[in-house]
């Protein structure tokens, strides 16, 4: 599986962005599908993340952030943006074997 995102940017707080990840090879064996950060200096970490029937949020984003998918198009519509969520996100796919996508930079600031 291989994965593009696209949608970073400049937010100001309060602001909204989505970001894209679009999905190419054997799509129809992946079973999880997610986003994930990593801000400067510190570990990645898990953003939201869906299944078939669940979706799964950070704490630290539940209310603010939406994960969806759209055929072989995960979304991560980001509501209410906070300087802390300034971070390189990267989607990831599980199944068969995790794939990773190339980062997408999210800063928001004024």
């Known amino acids: 599986v291989q994965l593009q995102a696209s949608g970073g940017g400049l937010a100001q707080p309060g602001g909204s962005l989505r970001l894209s990840c679009a999905a190419s090879g054997t799509i129809f064996s992946i079973n999880v599908m997610g986003w994930y950060r990593q801000a400067p200096g510190k570990q990645r970490e898990l953003v939201a993340t869906?299944?078939?029937?669940t979706t799964n949020y950070a704490n630290s984003v539940k209310g603010r952030f939406t994960i969806s998918r759209v055929g072989n198009t995960v979304y991560l519509q980001m509501n209410s943006l906070k300087p802390e969520d300034t971070a390189v996100y990267y989607c990831n796919s599980v199944g068969p074997g995790e794939s990773w996508g190339q980062g997408t930079l999210v800063t928001v600031s004024s």
């Open positions: 869906r299944t078939h029937v």
